[in-house]
T-cell receptor, first 112, second 118 residues
Framework: DAKTTQPPSMDCAEGRAANLPCNHS???????VYWYRQIHSQGPQYIIH???NNETNEMASLIITEDRKSSTLILPHATLRDTAVYYC?????????????FGDGTTLTVKP | GAVVSQHPSWVICKSGTSVKIECRSL??????MFWYRQFPKQSLMLMAT?????????EQGVEKDKFLINHASLTLSTLTVTSAHPEDSSFYIC??????????????FGPGTRLTVL
């Protein structure tokens, strides 16, 4: 699975959009980009995933660059409850039955 | 949505004892489950891949005789930390993989088990 690089930490004001970048320059053609988040002392929570098109769901939007070497997770209106560690992961469609390799993630702190 | 549970949510044990952690997929069958370990302020580290009815596959550096994994049914995998020592104190997280109709594997995580070895 491709390696990802994320900034270690970011701050965001409550109510504003949080944009979390991820670099995955070695991603291969059949690998998807997944985003999870982990609130303190809980298991990771799935947020969104995509292959090459931008995706949106009730939690967030995922913007993937045309060359697929990077992506941005957007939380449109961050709340204090969005404070968490956000992990960007790349993995194949059905490779290894969904096995995920976690990097260091980005600690997002939403401030009042 | 798919739910994965873990039991217990936290456990404290004495050094030298064994501790069993259960991971259950509550509303789907999971042929594959994964076990992760997370130390404070660190990321999740994959320990092993557990397949129903077969031996688990351990990641490099993880002692298979110390971390016994059993995946006897499609909804239950257990991790037993044998002869636990203080350095085994950690947050243990399992995940279960659900196969969709198109072959796509979704992964759902449990809430984690906090193990403290005194």
């Amino acid at each position: 699975d491709a390696k990802t690089t994320q900034p270690p930490s970011m701050d965001c004001a409550e109510g504003r959009a949080a944009n979390l970048p991820c670099n995955h320059s070695t991603i291969s053609g059949n690998e998807y980009v997944y985003w999870y988040r982990q609130i303190h002392s809980q298991g990771p929570q799935y947020i969104i995933h995509g292959l090459k098109n931008n995706e949106t769901n009730e939690m967030a939007s995922l913007i993937i660059t045309e060359d697929r070497k990077s992506s941005t997770l957007i939380l449109p209106h961050a709340t204090l409850r969005d404070t968490a560690v956000y992990y960007c992961i790349v993995r194949g469609y059905n490779t290894n039955a969904g096995k995920s390799t976690f990097g260091d993630g980005t600690t997002l702190t939403v401030k009042p | 949505g798919a739910v994965v549970s873990q039991h217990p949510s936290w456990v404290i044990c004495k050094s030298g004892t064994s501790v069993k952690i259960e991971c259950r997929s509550l509303d789907f069958q999971a042929t594959t489950m994964f076990w992760y370990r997370q130390f404070p302020k660190q990321s999740l580290m994959l320990m092993a891949t557990s397949n129903e009815g077969s031996k688990a596959t351990y990641e490099q550096g993880v002692e298979k005789d110390k971390f016994l994994i059993n995946h006897a049914s499609l909804t239950l995998s257990t991790l037993t930390v044998t002869s636990a020592h203080p350095e085994d104190s950690s947050f243990y997280i399992c995940s279960a993989s659900r196969s969709g109709t198109s072959g796509f594997n979704e992964q759902f995580f449990g809430p984690g088990t906090r193990l403290t070895v005194l």
